[in-house]
């Protein structure tokens, strides 16, 4: 189906076209129509469906339309606050659906696009909510000092969208979202996009949606046939660095995309890399919005070979020349596998998720390997190959959860717990919506390069995080450089 079929305005149409599409993806297909008759949506789509356009071009329909509007009488001067209001999770990808506005708006005259976001200074912020304002795509907890500091009017609000709401909530913003929504008007039209609308995604759905329908495109099962997955079973953290060193240096390696499990984890394995003479930096929540701008922008030129990143820092990121996917850290979800390996492969090109395990990483292996009912082909490098026997992977119990659960005895924190050693494996961190594991090692500092200055140590558990100097850009020659 064409985007001339799904009943979009001449100058979308256009800009659509200019963007380079001509068809409709499926999840655009249904929920476009839908979303034009406003009416309150409840979607589900995989990474790299097209969901952004899906929510997008109804919202510029609707500005198209309320500019056409001559019966209208309030004067648009002053109206302050926006008319849209996308809220998402992550400031990647809130800058992701606010370059999909310019570029599917780029014919609507005089359109005013805005994000407000964590880790930039409030001023600006402050200017682009004091005037006219047609879509405001913003994070929950930046928008929510707006709204307490009386900075943001959302009296005007007509469509609400929710981005990637099981994140948002994952990451602790159940109540900002509630909050935000009780100072938009009732009776707005309600869009939610999730993985999942189980448990508490689906109580939110039912408390800010009124009468919606259901579309559910999502494809966690989905073979994923242009992304080759391959396990390479580790006997231990040399090992696995070992194995990691090795694929880096392939010929066919293009750029790389590192996943890790923390930002300490980030950070380290950065330092280390570029120690190896990598163009790498680190990427994740803990990181000033510039800094995080600058190493994407350094990522799409391809100043930088590797990127090493969290999943929550790495929502949003849609880099076509990403070839390779790997999983050195195991994600505590088994959805965000199918989120981290969407990552490559894109653009019609084909690419390879690679999953380093180590032993003790069977259960979460097993658990991805349900969700997604497909098995991880094991493979090996020469040279590399384990010496411990792989691993036994049981197939989980009828009805057994493919999630981890909080809670358990002697474990009043909620945290998984670790029965060797009698405390919890992992602490709490909102601002990654997941659990950072406990460490006691120090490692040793590494040389400057082109995207983090400062020497960084990894520190022991509870000792301060480094701070990090600002961002730089140069090329990197390699090697050492003290």
Do not use: C
């Not at 929710?162 to 938009?184: K, P, Q, S, W, Y």
């Not at 596998?337 to 003790?360: C, D, F, P, Q, S």
């Amino acid at each position: 189906m064409t985007f001339a079929n799904l009943g979009l305005h001449d100058l979308l149409i256009k800009a659509v076209a200019d963007a380079g599409y001509e068809t409709a993806t499926e999840v655009q297909m249904k929920a476009i129509p839908v979303a034009l008759a406003g009416k309150d949506l409840m979607v589900s789509s995989s990474t790299g469906s097209g969901k952004t356009a899906s929510f997008i071009l109804p919202a510029l329909e609707r500005i198209l339309a309320a500019r056409a509007d001559t019966t209208q009488k309030r004067d648009r001067a002053t109206v302050y606050g926006p008319r849209i209001l996308v809220l998402t999770p992550t400031r990647e990808l809130a800058m992701q659906v606010a370059k999909a506005a310019s570029t599917y708006g780029r014919h609507v005259q005089g359109l005013r696009v805005a994000t407000v976001v964590g880790g930039v200074p409030y001023p600006a912020q402050i200017k682009a909510l004091r005037g006219q304002l047609d879509i405001l795509i913003s994070t929950p907890g930046r928008l929510l000092d707006h709204l307490q500091t009386g900075k943001a009017v959302l009296d005007h609000v007509e469509l609400l969208v929710l981005d990637e709401a099981d994140r948002m909530l994952d990451m602790g913003f159940i109540d900002d979202i509630n909050t935000i929504a009780d100072h938009v008007p009732a009776a707005r039209q309600t869009v939610m996009f999730s993985a999942t609308f189980a448990g508490h995604v689906g109580r939110l759905a039912q408390n800010l949606l009124r009468d919606p329908q259901r579309i559910d495109v999502s494809s966690h099962t989905d073979t994923h046939e242009n992304i080759e997955q391959r396990l390479h079973w580790a006997d231990n953290h040399n090992h696995k660095n070992a194995l990691l060193d090795h694929i880096l240096t392939e010929r066919e390696m293009e750029q790389a995309l590192v996943f890790t499990s923390t930002q300490r984890d980030a950070d380290w394995l950065a330092d280390r890399l570029a120690e190896m003479g990598h163009a790498v930096a680190s990427l994740h929540g803990g990181m000033p919005q510039g800094r995080r701008n600058r190493v994407l922008q350094g990522l799409r030129t391809r100043q930088l070979k590797v990127l090493v990143a969290t999943d929550v820092a790495a929502r949003g990121i849609d880099v076509p020349s990403i070839s390779h996917v790997i999983n050195y850290g195991l994600p505590m979800k088994a959805e965000d596998y199918v989120h981290r390996i969407g990552r490559t492969g894109r653009a019609g090109k084909n690419g390879l998720a690679i999953t380093l395990g180590e032993r003790m990483d069977t259960g979460m292996i097993r658990r991805i390997q349900q969700f997604t009912t497909q098995n991880i082909p094991v493979s090996t490098i020469a040279g590399l190959e384990p010496k411990s026997p792989e691993p036994r992977m049981y197939a989980p119990r009828p009805g057994a959860d493919t999630e981890r659960r909080p809670g358990g005895f002697g474990n009043r924190s909620g945290a998984p717990s670790n029965s060797r050693f009698g405390k919890p494996a992992f602490a709490p961190r909102r601002d990654e919506g997941s659990f950072a594991p406990r460490r006691d090692d120090n490692f040793a500092p590494r040389s400057a390069g082109p995207f983090d200055r400062a020497p960084a140590r990894r520190p022991v558990e509870g000792a301060a995080a480094p701070s990090r100097a600002p961002f730089k850009a140069r090329p990197r020659t390699g090697g050492f450089s003290r």
